[in-house]
């Protein structure tokens, strides 16, 4: 099983200052078939990257996503009031699928 | 417009069974790959089981293979999980999804399974 490591568990930010979320795989992912996901409370989640790096369909240009093999990062540009949520990377590769921990973004 | 809507959640007793079912809208189901994922309360996701768009193949996390079957129907737009012999550590909102591949594109809003005596 692929275990994905996300880093830090919470990030600490200001609206408009950038954001940087790692997600870090203990092999390879296949493919690069690493997706990632937002989640607001009480909400499902919503696919914002998948194959590490295209924007989902009606995602902001803010959001980005880079890496390959073991490691990979989700880039918010500027944080907007609605980002300060919770994040999840889940490689698509090989099964059984997993889901990293998450990393929260919080108001600093 | 997408939709994806589970049912079936309940309190069941330990040992128990339930069956989930979700109804799919607005996409094209039958090339679609399904996926049941999970969320104990207060903690991160879980991917519970796959299915491809034909129903060939399907995948399961460890902790739930030989106790869960997930299924297809394809003439009738529905995904299902079939749930047996439930603990307790199986408590959680169950989500549905799908997409062109083997991450989810669409999600339903969820249904909460209570197993507890």
């Known amino acids: 099983e692929i275990v994905l490591t996300q880093s830090p568990a919470t990030l600490s930010l200001s609206p408009g200052e950038r954001a940087t979320l790692s997600c870090r795989a203990s092999?390879?992912?296949?493919?690069?078939?690493l997706a990632w996901y937002q989640q607001k409370p009480g909400q499902a989640p919503r696919l914002l990257i998948d194959?590490?790096?295209r924007r989902a369909t009606g995602i902001p240009d803010r959001f980005s996503g880079s890496g390959s093999g073991t490691d990979f990062t989700l880039t918010i540009s500027r944080l907007e009031p609605e980002d300060f949520v919770v994040y999840y990377c889940?490689?698509?590769?090989?099964?059984?699928?997993?889901f990293g921990g998450g990393t929260k973004v919080e108001i600093k | 417009e997408v939709q994806l809507v589970e049912s079936g959640g309940d309190l069941v007793q330990p040992g128990g069974s339930l069956r989930l079912s979700c109804a799919a809208s607005?996409?094209?189901?039958?090339?679609?790959?399904m996926t049941w994922v999970r969320q104990a309360p207060g903690k991160g996701l879980e991917w519970v089981a796959n299915?491809?768009?034909?129903?060939?193949?399907?995948n399961y996390v460890d902790s739930v293979k030989g106790r869960f079957t997930i299924s297809r129907d394809n003439t009738k737009n529905s995904l299902n999980l079939q749930m047996s012999s439930l603990r307790v550590e199986d408590t959680a909102v169950y989500y549905c999804?799908?997409?062109?591949?083997?991450?989810?594109?669409?999600w339903g809003q969820g249904t909460l399974v209570t197993v507890s005596s």
């Open positions: 607005g996409f094209t189901f039958t090339t679609s790959y």
């Open positions: 299915i491809n768009p034909d129903g060939s193949e399907t």
């Open positions: 194959d590490a790096s």
């Open positions: 999804s799908g997409g062109h591949g083997w991450e989810s594109d669409y």
């Open positions: 889940q490689q698509c590769g090989t099964s059984p699928l997993t």
């Open positions: 092999q390879s992912v296949s493919g690069n078939y």
